[in-house]
């Protein structure tokens, strides 16, 4: 019996499609994805790989999305259970069993979040599917969701996950055999399923922390931006080894950790494109400003909006070697295919490590500037949009104690740039929250800049 659960419009994000299995994802609601994106897949060459990370509930989703595909009369690859990475590969290789080119390819994952959640990452014809194709695809699912469509899971296999490991063998042959002692922490995520065999291949002196894919995440929540997800990692860090790597549920974020340092995206950024010659990188306007300044010594630096999906596209527009979010998302086309793949990253920053780069004393070379981790504001999906509107009319006649503008950078949210640091906010696209972060070169002025953008952002909440 098919669950005719109304559709819910708020599944359809700005990046990909998210919500909780069965309320919101469910038999009907993702029948129909599959359909309506298996039709807009057709007219590309009808060719679609399929991949899950460890959730429980992920083999279920990719039934019913299949179902909709061949409703639709796509060809659905089955590439079974993959780090996200490995999917976004599967869109620029051809599988050995197959004879046409894969033209897209959907990953289901609800990547950090909560396990009761998950969710649709799409890509067609090797681009991000996102934004207001997105919300179209929510709105022909949402105009037609009485429609009734039968099972059929039929799919062909294609070892996506194999191509894939022999790929990063073969690239990092040359690290075979590394004199370094490295923790990996799996997080029970889909990490494990390619990085063991990865290292193993390549004689690495590693240990590895929740391998094990269980998508009930017994450990510790598969997020490594937060602190307390890191314990485990940085508890064996204070004994023998030397630098340590963690990884979000799905295998796309990644945590580089040494001694002394949990190295966010914006330095790791620093780190990787100073091996490279006159790069291009695009960062997101999290990022800290000694990120910006130090690559335009060197290269050029972009600032752009946050998310995975804005990162590839520009990346692409502007033919940029490199791009990254502080959260951890990390994209290559210098040597690579230009999407976040966090496995792919491990081994460019060991192969940093053999060339002789030291990156504690590199971080440490950099000017001290003082960030605050990202604040969250609770707010709604119908008003955070709202009290950003309200912000920046509030910002162009600021209270007469607030400090000095020097200017606003209106990309994503508001960037207010101040004599001495910044501060950020910015609505969330997938979450009801407001999202915050500060920073100065003194670090009571960075606790001044967060006080009070907060007072306005308390002023802006009032006046909608």
């Known amino acids: 019996m098919i669950n005719k659960a109304k559709v819910t419009k708020s599944i359809f994000r700005e990046y990909d499609i998210r919500g909780i299995f069965e309320s919101e994802l469910n038999e009907q609601s993702v029948k129909l994805i599959g359909f309506f994106l298996g ?86 014809n090797k681009k991000p599917f996102f934004g207001d194709d997105i919300y179209t695809l929510g709105d022909e699912v949402i105009a037609n969701q009485d429609m009734v469509i039968n099972d059929n899971a039929a799919t062909t296999f294609i070892n996506t996950k194999n191509d894939y490991i022999n790929f990063i063998i073969e690239h990092f042959s040359h ?83 040494t001694k002394k340092h949990n190295i966010k995206g914006d330095i790791l950024a620093i780190l990787l494109s100073s091996q490279m010659q006159n790069p291009t990188v695009i960062g997101e306007v999290k990022c800290s400003s000694v990120m910006y300044d130090t690559i335009n010594r060197y290269g050029k630096a972009v600032m752009y909006k946050t998310g995975h999906s804005n990162l590839k596209v520009k990346m692409k527009e502007l033919n940029a070697q490199l791009a990254c979010e502080v959260s951890g998302h990390v994209f290559f086309a210098d040597r690579y295919f230009g999407f976040d793949d966090a496995i792919y990253a491990t081994l460019r920053v060991l192969e940093l490590i053999k060339s002789g780069l030291d990156l504690d004393a590199e971080i440490e070379k950099l000017p001290k500037l003082y ?58 696209n997938t979450t009801p929250v407001l999202v915050t972060r500060f920073e100065s070169t003194h670090e009571d002025l960075a606790k001044l800049y967060e006080e009070k953008l907060g007072r306005l952002i308390l002023q802006a909440k009032e006046m909608i």
């Open 175 to 257: 690290l075979k055999g590394m004199n370094k002692k490295i923790i990996i922490d799996c997080g029970n995520g889909v990490a494990g399923t390619v990085i063991t065999d990865i290292f193993d291949a390549l004689d690495l002196d590693y240990k590895s922390l929740f391998t094990e894919p269980d998508g009930t995440f017994p450990n510790h929540h598969p997020d490594p931006t937060v602190e307390k997800n890191l314990i485990d990692i940085k508890k064996e860090l204070k004994g023998d080894f030397e630098i340590g790597f963690a990884y979000d549920g799905d295998a796309d974020r990644i945590a580089v950790l």
């Open 39 to 124: 039709q807009k897949i057709k007219i590309i060459g009808g060719v679609v790989a399929i991949g899950y990370d460890a959730r429980t509930h992920s083999p279920i989703l990719r039934d019913y999305l299949t179902s909709g595909l061949n409703k639709a009369e796509c060809m659905v690859l089955d590439m079974g259970m993959v780090a996200t990475p490995v999917n976004y590969f599967a869109n620029f290789v051809k599988p050995a069993n197959i004879d046409k080119p894969v033209n897209a390819s959907i990953m289901i994952t609800g990547s950090h979040n909560p396990s009761e959640y998950n969710g649709f990452k799409i890509t067609l």
């Open 371 to 428: 960030s605050t981790e990202e604040i969250k504001v609770e707010t709604t999906e119908n008003e955070k949009f709202a009290i950003m509107e309200k912000l920046k009319i509030l910002l162009q006649n600021p209270p007469y104690d607030f400090p000095a503008i020097q200017n606003i950078i209106d990309v994503d949210g508001v960037r207010v740039n101040f004599e001495h640091g910044w501060g950020l906010v910015r609505a969330s």
